[in-house]
């Protein structure tokens, strides 16, 4: 056995083969071409054809969203016009791959110059080529590697269209080479229950056909397992997908300790799909996802329709709303600076908003708005806030635009630090524990080559976590866990422990932290905290919490 690690997203637990996504294909070099043109023709059209009807048979098996998606791909590899530009180039002496990789290209590039959903379309014609030349070449296209049997795919990195498409009966669990716990990669993976280890160094040495359990709890790949370890794996497989399919509940402890537990949205379409999951209301909504592309400022009522939107799906509940959240890797064009050396440490967030006060005038007013229109409970709170000045300029101006409920974010370790400062000041504090993490470790949480830092059982992390936890009870101010951390059932349970009094987080991971905290009281939960607290690594203060010896 040999056993590689990385960071585990979820709870999850797979065993199975290798599957390896297929490098992508080098550029179609342009020599001339040594076939017949007629040839080069029926060969690149024949091509085309079998690309066409692979697409449409994926799709039709698919279904919903990914048959569209796969359907529109087909017609693109049965466009007469591209068909008609690739005949020409190779009457032009280019090879069929290079007559289709050139004629691709440069519908491409016309697609992109569209903009819109036209120029969104140009990724998908690429791909379309890509699997052109590869079966041109005699290849595996790129992307997930078709298969009737379950495997784990293993990949440097995977583009969101490939996860989005993922087939979840097929495949059993994500080891990549990069990416943090919060890439794109991590994200989606939890989104879609689907266990993953992200930031894996060692993943280059996976062959096709290397049998592997993928644990996604201790964040380890193993390589040729035992009997004993996969029955093992296996074992844990069953439970943690029995966990999933518990009867839905309102959060609370084994004492009935009430946890509510919320979700995360970036979008009130999901609204729905998060109440079936048992979503008691929302916990964080990230608006800066709304108007990402945006090149001006959202106007107060497209703001306005949003956010009724939203509100209108969740009467008598609890929904926390943050205020645009833009820079570093999420640039708002009509608030970021565009260079910044160190955009983590810069102009953003609060400070940005600060910077530009019209833009959170309009958005405070715009939520207001909803409010008065609704029933929801609305709770406002600002990203990136360094202290409880900070803390006290929001509130107030939360206040003064019609805001009922206003807090803070707790991201920065300077906030924690004067947390019963900030407590005086903000309705609520709400942890996030992404940026906590990547501010306490100083490890940037894009980056794969620190990713190991961005851990939120580091002890420096549940050390300021608790003292906001204290600062909340002594105050009697709500302390709510928006990160990925709550999402982590081990460490939900901590997070209780040390103080927490609601959690929010992806709707997926919702089941399992259900599950996790039934099984405990407040009493057990404060203890495995005080045992995290002590811990010298991440890894040692998740192995005393949980009462494992594995790291
Ligand atoms: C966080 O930093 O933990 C958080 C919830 O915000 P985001 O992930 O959007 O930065
Ligand atoms: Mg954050």
Aim: glycine share 8%; charged share 20%.
């Amino acid at each position: 056995m040999t056993e590689l690690t990385g960071t585990g997203v979820g709870r999850g637990v797979a065993v199975g083969p290798v599957r390896r996504m297929p490098e992508p294909l080098a550029e179609p070099t342009t020599e001339p071409r040594t076939t017949p043109a007629d040839e080069a023709e029926a060969e690149a059209r024949a091509a085309l054809g079998a690309v066409q009807q692979w697409l449409t048979a994926r799709g039709a098996a698919a279904g919903g969203d990914a048959q569209e998606v796969l359907e529109a791909q087909a017609m693109m590899a049965s466009d007469p016009a591209l068909a008609a530009d690739i005949v020409k180039r190779i009457g032009e002496g280019r090879s069929a791959e290079r007559a289709v990789f050139e004629a691709f290209e440069s519908f491409r590039v016309l697609l992109t110059s569209m903009g819109g959903y036209l120029g969104e379309r140009a990724a998908d014609l690429h791909d379309v080529a890509q699997r052109v030349i590869a079966h041109l070449r005699g290849v595996p296209a790129p992307g997930v590697p078709d298969s009737d049997e379950p495997f784990i795919l293993v990949a440097h990195d995977l583009a969101p269209a490939d996860t989005a498409l993922l087939d979840l009966d097929i495949v059993l669990a994500l080891v990549t080479r990069d990416g943090g716990p919060t890439s794109h990669t991590a994200i989606l993976a939890r989104a879609k229950s689907i266990p993953a280890v992200v930031g894996v160094a060692g993943a280059d040495q996976l062959r096709d056909g290397d049998v592997v359990v993928a644990d996604a709890a201790a964040g380890t790949v193993t390589l040729s397992p035992d009997p004993a370890a996969v029955d093992a794996a296996e074992q844990r497989r069953a439970l943690w997908r029995r966990a999933a399919t518990a009867p839905i509940t309102d959060g609370r402890l084994a004492d009935g300790t009430p946890v509510p537990l919320l979700a995360n949205l970036g979008s009130p379409d999901e609204a729905a799909g998060a109440i079936a999951l048992g979503a008691e209301g929302v916990g964080l909504f990230r608006t800066e996802f709304l108007f990402l592309s945006s090149d001006a400022a959202p106007t107060v009522e497209a703001q306005q329709a949003q956010y009724t939107a939203l509100l209108a799906a969740f009467p008598g509940r609890k929904v926390v709303v943050r205020a645009l959240d833009a820079g570093a890797d999420k640039p708002l064009a009509f608030l970021t600076a565009a260079e910044e050396e160190n955009p983590a440490l810069g102009l953003r967030g609060l400070r940005a908003l600060r910077a530009k006060e019209g833009v959170l005038r309009d958005q405070l007013t715009a939520l207001a708005l909803a409010q008065e229109a609704t029933e929801a409970d609305l709770w406002v709170m600002a990203p990136m806030v360094a202290d409880a000045a900070e803390s006290q300029y929001f509130v107030e101006l939360a206040r003064e635009l019609g805001i009922r409920t206003a807090g803070v974010m707790a991201e920065v370790p300077s906030l924690a630090l004067v947390a019963d400062q900030v407590m005086q000041v903000a309705d609520f504090v709400s942890i996030g524990t992404n940026d906590l993490t990547q501010y306490t470790m100083a490890a940037d949480r894009m980056l794969g080559s620190v990713a190991s830092y961005q851990d939120p059982w580091h002890p420096a992390v549940l050390r300021l976590i608790a003292q906001l936890g204290t600062g909340g009870a002594v105050a009697s101010t709500p302390v709510g866990v928006c990160g990925e951390a709550a999402a982590d059932p081990d460490l939900a349970v901590v997070l209780v422990g040390l103080g927490a009094t609601s959690l929010s987080m992806t709707p997926a991971a919702l089941a399992e932290v259900r599950a996790a905290l039934l099984e405990v009281t407040l009493e057990e939960a404060r203890e495995r905290a005080a045992r995290a607290l002590t811990g010298r690594t991440a890894a040692e203060a998740r192995a005393l919490a949980t009462g494992t010896q594995r790291a």
